[in-house]
Nanobody, 123 residues
Framework: VQLQAFGGGLVQARASLRLSCAAS????????RGWFRQAPGKEREFVAA????????FYSNSVKGRFTISRDNTKNTMYLQMKSLKPEDTAVYYC?????????????????WGQGTLVTVSS
C-alpha cells in the first residue's frame, strides 16, 4: 500500500490550496484516513481525519472552519481543501491511513504514511 500526497506549494497568507492523497497498491480497508503536519522544530500534529465508511470528519481546533477534508471512493483519494491560510500553517503535510482501532487524531495509530508535501505560507 502506498500513499502519495501532493499539491503543496508556496502561497501568500489568506490564499487557498488543495492537497490530495492518492492510495495505490493492494486493496486495503482503512478505517480512517487523516492529515497531519509537522512544522520545523515541532512535533507532528493532527490536522483532520475522515472515517472512510461514514464520511464523518474531525478537525483540530486550529484549522476548524478553514480546512475541509473530503474523500473520493472511486479514486481512492483524500483531499484537504485549505482556505484562509496563515503563516502558522506552514509545515510538511502528511497523509496517513489507519486500520481498525486506535484514535483518529493520534499519529501512532496510523499504519500507512505518505511522503509529505510542503506548504509554505508567506505573510
Amino acid at each position: 500500500v502506498q500513499l502519495q500526497a501532493f499539491g503543496g506549494g508556496l502561497v501568500q497568507a489568506r490564499a487557498s490550496l488543495r492537497l490530495s492523497c492518492a492510495a495505490s497498491g493492494r486493496t486495503f480497508r482503512s478505517d480512517a484516513r487523516g492529515w497531519f503536519r509537522q512544522a520545523p522544530g515541532k512535533e507532528r500534529e493532527f490536522v483532520a481525519a475522515v472515517i472512510w465508511s461514514s464520511d464523518t470528519t474531525f478537525y483540530s481546533n486550529s484549522v476548524k472552519g478553514r480546512f475541509t477534508i473530503s474523500r473520493d471512493n472511486t479514486k481512492n483519494t483524500m483531499y484537504l481543501q485549505m482556505k484562509s491560510l496563515k503563516p502558522e500553517d506552514t509545515a510538511v503535510y502528511y497523509c496517513a491511513a489507519k486500520l481498525e482501532g486506535g484514535s483518529y487524531d493520534y499519529a501512532g495509530d496510523y499504519e500507512y504514511w505518505g511522503q509529505g508535501t510542503l506548504v509554505t505560507v508567506s505573510s
